[in-house]
């Protein structure tokens, strides 16, 4: 699949997913920025997507912020979503992540996000119905969580020749010519690069109790059409 037509269905994804979000009771606002860390995950093909604008402005000071940042002890996945739900389906107990203490992220500047209109899945899920700062953790209702998961699963699946990780991780492969290159004649080697293969979607991570109510979702997600 062109690089060009995986960002478009990307971005009727997220469209359909901000549609979503805009129907519940948030406390997140403008400058609220405590979710704002480095532990965010994402595919390739959003690092793609996040290279090529920052690309755009003629400003090569993100690339030292990304490098500088990636040094740093970080978050990184063991496993992609879509794996994680095919152990599940088979009986196997996944790996623990290891959990690490969560950085600023290199981008933030004055409490705002300069990539805030092309941040990946990982940034646009991070929501709550009541001030984190306030009380130190988001509160996110179970259904949302497996909203947030099946995006997660086909954001995955239609970059199913990508890589995924870390969000510092990803970005600095993707800085590299070379490696965006491999990436669009999907040949980028994702283990070589401290990356995670993604998996296509095989298992969808929806209980019982909320298939009925998840159906209109996945049924956009269906008729997405470039």
């Given at each position: 699949m062109a690089i060009s037509v995986k960002l478009a269905a990307l971005e009727k994804i997220y469209d359909i997913y901000d549609e979503f979000a805009a129907?519940?009771?948030?406390?997140?606002k403008k400058h609220c920025t405590h979710c704002c860390t480095t532990s965010v995950t994402l595919t390739t093909l959003e690092g793609y997507k996040i290279v090529k604008q920052l690309k755009s402005n003629q400003n090569t000071a993100w690339m030292e912020q990304i490098q500088r940042a990636s040094e740093k002890v970080h978050f990184q996945p063991k496993m992609t979503t879509n794996q994680f739900a095919q152990m599940c389906a088979a009986g196997i107990d996944p790996p623990?992540?290891?959990?690490?203490?969560?950085?600023?992220?290199?981008?933030?500047?004055?409490?705002?996000?300069?990539?805030?209109?092309?941040?990946?899945?990982?940034?646009?899920?991070?929501?709550?119905?009541?001030?984190?700062?306030r009380h130190g953790y988001a509160d996110i209702d179970d259904f949302a969580l497996s909203v947030n998961t099946v995006m997660l699963q086909t954001i995955e699946h239609l970059d199913a020749d990508g890589c995924s990780g870390?969000?510092?991780d990803v970005l600095r492969v993707m800085t590299g010519q070379e490696?965006?290159?491999?990436?669009?004649?999907?040949?980028?080697?994702?283990?070589s690069n401290g990356l995670i293969a993604n998996q296509p979607l095989k298992v969808?991570?929806?209980?019982?109790?909320?298939?009925?109510?998840?159906?209109?979702?996945?049924?956009?997600?269906?008729?997405?059409?470039?």
């Open positions: 129907s519940l009771d948030l406390a997140c623990q992540e290891e959990q690490l203490a969560s950085l600023t992220c290199p981008f933030l500047s004055d409490s705002q996000c300069p990539l805030y209109s092309v941040r990946p899945f990982g940034c646009r899920c991070l929501i709550s119905r009541h001030d984190c700062g870390n969000m510092l490696n965006r290159q491999a990436y669009q004649e999907g040949k980028l080697d994702c283990a969808l991570m929806v209980p019982p109790q909320q298939r009925t109510r998840m159906e209109p979702i996945l049924e956009s997600l269906r008729n997405i059409r470039i």
